[in-house]
């Protein structure tokens, strides 16, 4: 019973939790800058981290945390050569897949995985337009992933996330749109 308790009062901790991490990740597509939209990510990661962790869904734990050092790293290394950078590149998607084997509860475990690979490259190559448009495979197998994990605001996250993606090329469009007919 207290165990049960336990087990309850620490999904519910990690969905508020959740709540935060959606609003933090909202805001990372709608950042024009590479170093806002690193950083934002990078407390996105952290965030959702812990709401995953308190969910014991360790793969999604496991991938955050690449994800915080991955940011991290990117953060400081932009300026570094490119030999340099394609190393942390691979160093990140590698470490993706290792951590989701071992912590993974079954096969949609892998989803984390894959996401983290893709975000990988999203987030290591410098063009804001990519990383944005790579949002959308990421989301595709995070929603996955949240739904047999059962987060709530995991699911609220990735359908948010797809419409802050839509909402950027949108307002791209239109403001391209306005500039073309003046």
Same mark, same amino acid.
């Given at each position: 019973?207290? /165990?049960?308790?336990?087990?309850?009062?620490? *999904?519910? /901790?990690?969905?508020?939790?959740?709540?935060?991490? #959606?609003?933090? +990740?909202?805001?990372?597509?709608?950042?024009?800058?590479?170093? $806002?939209?690193?950083?934002? *990510?990078?407390?996105?990661?952290?965030?959702?981290?812990?709401?995953?962790?308190?969910?014991?869904?360790?793969?999604?734990?496991?991938?955050? =945390?690449?994800?915080?050092?991955?940011?991290?790293?990117?953060?400081?290394?932009?300026? *570094?050569?490119?030999?340099?950078?394609?190393?942390?590149?691979? #160093?990140?998607?590698?470490?993706?897949?290792?951590? %989701?084997?071992?912590?993974? *509860?079954?096969?949609?475990?892998?989803?984390?995985?894959?996401?983290?690979?893709?975000? #990988?490259? %999203?987030?290591?190559?410098? +063009? /804001?337009?990519?990383?944005?448009?790579?949002? #959308?495979?990421?989301? =595709?197998?995070?929603?996955?992933?949240?739904?047999?994990?059962?987060?709530?605001?995991?699911?609220?996250?990735?359908?948010?996330?797809?419409?802050?993606?839509?909402?950027?090329?949108?307002?791209?469009?239109?403001? +391209?749109?306005? $500039? $073309?007919?003046?």
């Amino acid at each position: 019973m207290q /165990t049960l308790l336990i087990l309850e009062s620490m *999904k519910l /901790t990690g969905e508020i939790i959740g709540c935060i991490a #959606v609003l933090i +990740n909202f805001l990372i597509y709608q950042q024009k800058d590479r170093k $806002n939209l690193l950083k934002t *990510k990078l407390l996105s990661d952290f965030s959702w981290g812990l709401h995953y962790g308190l969910l014991t869904a360790f793969s999604g734990m496991a991938v955050c =945390a690449i994800g915080f050092l991955r940011e991290l790293t990117f953060i400081f290394t932009d300026e *570094k050569k490119q030999s340099k950078r394609l190393l942390f590149l691979i #160093v990140f998607a590698i470490s993706s897949i290792i951590i %989701s084997a071992f912590t993974m *509860k079954d096969l949609f475990g892998l989803l984390p995985a894959v996401a983290s690979v893709i975000a #990988v490259f %999203s987030y290591w190559q410098k +063009n /804001t337009v990519v990383t944005k448009l790579l949002g #959308v495979p990421i989301s =595709a197998c995070m929603i996955t992933y949240d739904i047999m994990r059962f987060s709530i605001m995991g699911i609220v996250n990735e359908t948010l996330t797809l419409i802050s993606i839509a909402i950027f090329f949108i307002l791209q469009t239109l403001k +391209n749109k306005k $500039n $073309n007919a003046l």
